[in-house]
């Protein structure tokens, strides 16, 4: 294989976490099974992880996107943590932060100003999210 | 030396993890990293876990991991999945059963899919264990799912190899005599608290007494890496060092979500790494591995030359085409495309 081949191909590798106290996975495992039809390579935390048990992850599986799912409400408290880990490890440059859930607007406003690439609300539809990470990936 | 490895040496932890993406990707200069990280490597433990899906690997190794940095050892754990072969995507689930060492850096635990088209899993797996020996880490452990060759490739790269097996598994246990069992330095009997698993245990006792005539109880048989090229392999040197003592692989119980058996799944583990530094077997292995490694990568590369070769020459469709036709034959063809190889090698003969 060639090595423009290998580059073109690169398989991009995605961390799907969920954080904190909330347990409704059902949209993380969605996302997950869509992010692997898709092609990607999808790491599932699983429920109810601290923030640094997804910085853990995320640097050790050197993932090109951070998928934090939060529907409790949490996401001003935990958010920062994970993006102050991933700053401790240096792993958050060359990373796209996402979240998904339910976020005002006041609230997606601040995370963007803390480093989140991109928030995805309810509604949001898998193919803009997929686009959204092919178009925005990493070089690397 | 490039900045990766230095800061990999370092002890830097996205480094590591960046070292293993490369070669996962084969990105260019993937080859001088590893190369840079050969001589600071030989020093970690390397074990091998594998067995049917479901059989609670992930959750062993945990348990196993966790056991171990008690001890104040570092840990790093691959963890091998499938991939999809239609999207080639995956979703790598290990690390769910990784709860025991939830946040702890120092154990190093990463998921590999087994990306079908990149093929060679069992030489990145090598690579990826050939980092965290050079990073510095005291034990590897290697897990993949027990289903056919490429796995049994993988736990190759271990100097101990465990093969789990759920009880009741009658059926299972009839299938692992199609190469698993010869594998195994360990057994362990997961789920040990299940209906039947005494049952699996005298099965597995029986079909492993029926092994005990084989030439040499270490899972790195003398046939299976028979030379192919007819070079003279020194091998067989090493049988010779402890004739008379070979290694009954033990049975183990365990429930590994509850931790019962672990000390027992260790103390074999240990046992096993003091029989092959007893008998000199570890080096012989280590020997077989490096042969097999080189074997790996000539065929690997001398394959990627030939392609290239044959893109050169118009492709091998036109080659099938040909067959097909009638007008000449897969041997003749092999034999014209390596035809000015073997010159340009008796050439360069002549000349040294």
């Keep these: 294989m060639s090595v423009e081949q290998e580059q073109t191909e690169r398989t991009i590798r995605c961390l799907v976490a969920k954080v904190g106290l909330d347990g409704h996975d059902r949209g993380a495992h969605v996302i997950a099974r869509a992010l692997r039809d898709a092609g990607f390579e999808v790491i599932y935390s699983g429920l109810h992880r601290a923030p640094d048990e997804v910085v853990q992850a995320a640097v050790q599986e050197d993932v090109d996107v951070v998928g934090i799912s939060i529907l409790s409400g949490a996401h001003n408290t935990l958010v920062p943590k994970i993006l102050d880990g991933l700053k401790e490890y240096d792993a958050f440059d060359d990373r796209l932060i996402l979240v998904g859930g339910i976020v005002p607007d006041d609230d997606q406003e601040e995370l963007r100003g803390q480093g989140v690439d991109e928030i995805f609300g309810p509604g949001a539809s898998m193919e803009e999210m997929i686009d959204y990470i092919h178009e925005n990936a990493p070089e690397r | ?352």
Excluded at chain 2, 66 to 93: C, H, K, M, N
Aim: charged share 30%; net charge negative.
């Design chain 2, 1 to 352: 030396m490039s900045d990766l490895v230095a800061d990999l040496l370092a002890g830097k932890h996205s480094a590591l993890a960046r070292v293993i993406t490369q070669i996962e990707n084969r990105s260019p200069g993937y080859r001088e990293i590893i190369s840079d990280l050969h001589q600071h490597t030989g020093t970690a433990d390397v074990i091998g876990v594998t067995g049917s899906p479901g059989a609670g690997k992930s959750t062993l190794v945990d348990k196993v991991a966790a056991t171990y940095r008690e001890q104040g050892q570092t840990v790093g754990v691959i963890a091998i999945d499938p991939s999809s072969p239609f999207s080639g995507g995956a979703v790598l689930g290990d690390r769910i059963r990784m709860a025991s060492n939830a946040g702890d850096m120092d154990m190093f635990f990463r998921s590999m899919s087994a990306r079908g088209s990149l093929g060679g899993l069992s030489t990145a797996t090598t690579d990826a264990v050939t980092a965290l020996d050079a990073f510095g880490k005291d034990k590897i452990i290697v897990e993949t799912v027990g289903a056919g060759q490429n796995e049994v490739d993988i736990v190759r790269t271990a100097d101990t190899v465990a093969v789990l097996v759920p009880p009741g598994s009658g059926d299972d246990v009839q299938m692992l005599k199609a190469g698993i069992l010869e594998i195994g330095d360990v057994f362990v009997v997961n789920k040990a608290d299940l209906d039947g698993a005494d049952r699996t245990v005298q099965q597995l006792r029986e079909m492993l007494q029926g092994r005990s005539g084989r030439p040499d109880s270490g899972h790195h048989g003398p046939t299976e890496l028979a030379p192919e090229h007819g070079d003279a392999s020194d091998d067989d040197l090493d049988e010779e060092e402890d004739e008379s003592e070979t290694w009954n692989p033990p049975i183990v119980e365990t429930v590994a979500n509850r931790g019962d058996g672990v000390e027992d799944f260790l103390d074999a583990l240990a046992n096993h790494g003091e029989y092959l530094d007893r008998t000199g077997r570890r080096e012989g292995q280590a020997r077989e591995r490096f042969a097999a490694e080189i074997r790996t990568l000539l065929r690997e590369d001398a394959n990627e030359l030939l392609v290239d070769e044959l893109d050169r020459r118009g492709g091998i469709e036109h080659y099938v085409d040909a067959v097909i036709e009638r007008d000449t034959d897969p041997y003749t063809v092999v034999d014209e495309v390596l035809a000015p190889l073997r010159a340009c090698l008796d050439e360069r003969r002549d000349e040294s």
